[in-house]
């Protein structure tokens, strides 16, 4: 499952994921986890309401700090697609960094690369950027153009036929040494003359 707009030389990568999620302990306390184990979370505590701020504003740093890769597998595909298992579908389309949250839970913020095709499928899914298309296209024929022209044979082989040029100016100097012999060729005949007189 790959996205449309990739080039050929761009090896396909992984679609990244980040996770945050408020874990209750017991009835009283929660705490905050991230899938990045670097990120650094507040301690455990009993304001439900300042512990839900701190994930949505710590989701949203990842999706702010992330570019989306246009050559990044969809995200939703590789895990079969089960955001959407209602909706079969194949994944295509430009990448989108999109942000999942339940507003009735509460409880789970995600990030993530996916394609065109599955974020609409997502429930609760918003749409947050979207990956751009390469312009190194258009300035490939301009630069790729005279590269061919001026070097005729590629590898640095050099042919007497390819240029043009050579090959006429070698067959006219044979033709102009070649014409003086045949005159005195055309004498023959007083040479018999000579011979019948004599007998």
């Known amino acids: 499952m790959t996205t449309v707009h ?7 990568i992984p679609g990244r994921a980040w996770t945050v999620r408020i874990v209750g302990h017991g009835r009283t306390s929660a705490s905050v986890t991230c ?10 505590s009993e304001d439900l309401a300042a512990l839900r701020a701190f ?5 949203a740093a990842h999706a702010k700090a992330a570019n989306v890769r246009p050559n990044a597998w969809c995200h939703c595909g590789s895990q079969h697609c089960g955001a959407h298992p209602d909706t079969k579908t194949h994944c295509s389309g430009a990448v ?3 942000l ?7 409880r789970v913020w995600s990030v993530e690369e996916v394609c065109e095709t ?7 899914a918003t749409v947050l950027a979207r990956a751009e298309r390469p312009r190194r296209t258009p300035d490939r024929p301009t630069t790729q153009a005279p590269a061919p022209v001026r070097p005729s044979i590629a590898g640095g082989f050099s042919s007497p036929v390819a240029p043009g040029e050579p090959a006429p100016v070698r067959r006219s100097r044979r033709s102009t040494q070649h014409p003086a012999p045949p005159a005195p060729a055309a004498r023959p005949g007083t040479l018999r003359h000579e011979t019948r007189a004599g007998d």
């Open 96 to 98: 989108l960094m999109i």
């Open 6 to 12: 990739s080039e050929p030389s761009t090896e396909r």
């Open 55 to 59: 994930a949505a504003r710590h989701a």
């Open 100 to 106: 999942r949250h339940d507003p009735v839970m509460r």
């Open 35 to 44: 899938s990045t184990a670097a990120c650094r979370m507040p301690p455990r």
């Open 118 to 124: 599955c974020a609409p499928l997502i429930p609760n």
